[in-house]
């Protein structure tokens, strides 16, 4: 009901806070217990009874669904312009910043607490509400989710991002350096983007590939690192000489197209693939021609 509640159209600011507050009583206030008759053979539920009370456990089912309907709420009213009630805000940081259960807890439980805590952190993103702070305290998470999760807030600092680019998990180290590239990489240069350039074609070395492209400083040496990755061996792994011609098509063009041709006469029909997409930045029409009558279809 929580859930189905959220996702309802809000058409009035009354309405509107009818709603939060409903959700906000399900996800603090309401306990469902179950009374389970003993004697029948294994078990059998024979009723339910409510108790209201700021104290009690909210049972898993009753709070996730109420995140996932506020989670739904939050985005509706970040596209009017609302934010969320300063009880409501409390209390998902509050969620959101939970001390995970104990090691001996089962694996079940951990999962369904680590889930309610992404699902508090996404309620909290639509309108901003996630403060610098929290998205700091929220990094030191054992979960890589939630710790994704914070570095991707618009609130998360430049000190937050670069422990994420540190991260065990390489989804935060993606997310934290597709998040410095969008709001640091212009007013604070390339060093932390070279930086997350591996020897290895892994998700996060390519996205640094590709933000090297943008404009960076001449100390952070981007355009040499990218020239180096161009130059690399053809036995090596594609990925990488390729991102980095198109990069270069866009951060050196006059130092880039020398390099052209070799990616025109490539074995593999994705490097040639990718060689297309520089040629154009490159303005070589020529190469374009060539490819255009390419053996394989994905390079025509």
């Known amino acids: 009901i929580a859930e189905s509640l959220g996702r309802l159209p809000v058409d009035s600011p009354a ?10 009583a399900i996800a603090t206030r309401y306990q469902l217990v179950s009374h389970v008759d003993k004697s029948a053979a294994g078990g059998r539920i024979v009723g339910l009874a409510v108790t209201s009370g700021k104290e009690v456990a909210v049972p898993m089912p009753a709070l996730l669904g109420a995140l996932r309907g506020l989670e739904s709420f939050a985005r509706g009213r970040a596209r ?6 300063p009880d409501s805000i409390l209390m998902l940081k509050t969620l959101a910043l939970a001390r995970p259960p104990d090691t001996g807890t089962s694996e079940s439980v951990q999962r369904e607490a680590a889930r309610a805590r992404r699902m508090a952190f996404l309620c909290l993103l639509p309108s901003n509400a996630a403060d610098i702070e929290t998205t700091a305290r929220a990094l030191g998470d054992p979960d890589p989710q939630v710790r994704r999760l914070a570095v991707s807030s618009a609130s998360a600092s430049r ?3 670069a422990r994420g ?14 998040r410095y590239g969008r709001r640091f990489q212009a007013a604070e240069g390339c060093a932390p983007i070279v930086g997350a350039v591996g020897a290895t074609a892994d998700h996060v070395s390519l996205l640094a590939v ?4 943008n404009a960076c400083r001449p100390e952070d040496r ?5 020239l180096d990755l161009a130059a690399g061996q ?9 991102h980095a011609i198109v990069a270069l098509a866009k951060a050196a063009p006059e130092r880039g197209r ?14 040639r693939m990718y060689a297309a997409a520089a040629a154009a930045p490159f303005g070589d029409v020529a190469a374009l021609r060539r490819l255009a009558a390419d053996p394989h279809d994905n390079v025509r």
């Open 15 to 24: 309405v509107a806070g009818e709603t939060e507050r409903a959700l906000f």
């Open 210 to 213: 590709d933000l090297l492209g």
């Open 159 to 161: 000190e937050t991002l």
């Open 222 to 226: 981007a355009v040499e690192t990218l």
């Open 165 to 178: 680019l540190k991260d065990p998990s390489w989804l935060v180290r993606y997310e934290a350096l597709l």
């Open 234 to 242: 053809d036995d090596a792994d594609w990925r990488l000489r390729a």
């Open 258 to 271: 020398p390099m052209l041709a070799r990616f025109l006469a490539a074995k593999q029909w994705q490097v």
């Open 80 to 85: 009017a312009k609302q934010s969320l009630l």
